[in-house]
């Protein structure tokens, strides 16, 4: 079955620094990925996806996200944090055999201090 | 509409009611899901409907749940006899067939008390 893994349950980085939010994978044949953003009492929303193509994804709000097939990953980042940008991240990969299920990974929150 | 829209936002109910959490997708939207997400948790996958039929309902997690959509549009969760460990934030999301993702509502967050 696919799954994700995202190992940090939360990511501290200061305001203008560089961010990372890992996200790894486990999937039978080509992976379809994707990144979502949850703001407190909203629902999720979408950021990015890898489907093919070029392994630098680039998405919403500056996110890019780069596919790792050797290592299985799936990591977002961004350049520059903002204190905007702290909120529940969730990576996901698309069940195959699951009529486009999504599987979500546990989220990670990123809390940017200013 | 522009969005998928969840009614209600907020649902208290006493232990052993019956609830109807309602779900109206963005219109031409053939795919839709319900996902529940626990307190501090990730997203728990319920069920999948293609147009009106139901062809995954692997994440149901007993008979007290079930679900129902009619026109391709609207679709209903129903928990019967509700638990307190059905408390949670239940999602809904949608999407056409040809599209990688899909769009989320706000959610219905439910306490059970």
């Known amino acids: 079955a696919q799954s994700v893994a995202q190992p940090e349950d939360q990511v501290n980085v200061a305001e203008g620094n560089p961010l990372t939010v890992k996200c790894t994978y486990s999937v039978s044949g080509n992976p379809y990925l994707f990144w979502y953003v949850q703001y407190p009492n909203r629902g999720l929303q979408f950021l990015l996806k890898?489907?093919?193509?070029?392994?630098l994804v680039k998405g919403s709000y500056g996110f890019e996200a780069e596919f790792n097939k050797s290592q299985t990953s799936f990591h977002l980042k961004k350049p520059s944090a903002l204190v905007s940008d702290s909120a529940l991240y969730f990576c996901?990969?698309?069940?195959?055999?699951?009529?486009?299920?999504?599987?979500f990974g546990t989220g990670t929150r990123l809390l940017v201090s200013p | 509409g522009a969005g998928v829209s969840q009614s209600p936002s907020n649902k208290v109910t006493e232990k052993g009611k019956d609830v109807e959490l309602r779900c109206d997708p963005i219109s031409g939207h053939t795919a839709l899901y319900w996902y529940r997400q626990r307190l501090g948790q990730g997203l728990e996958f319920l069920i999948y409907f293609q147009g009106n039929s139901a062809p995954d309902k692997s994440g149901l997690p007993s008979d007290r749940f079930s679900a129902e959509r009619t026109g391709e549009s609207v679709s209903t969760l129903t928990i019967q006899r509700t638990q307190q460990e059905d408390s949670a934030v239940y999602l809904c999301?949608?999407?056409?067939?040809?599209?990688?993702?899909?769009?989320f509502g706000s959610g219905t967050r439910l306490t059970v008390v």
């Open positions: 996901a990969v698309r069940d195959v055999a699951g009529f486009q299920k999504l599987v």
């Open positions: 999301a949608s999407s056409p067939l040809t599209v990688h993702g899909y769009t």
């Open positions: 890898y489907i093919t193509g070029d392994n």
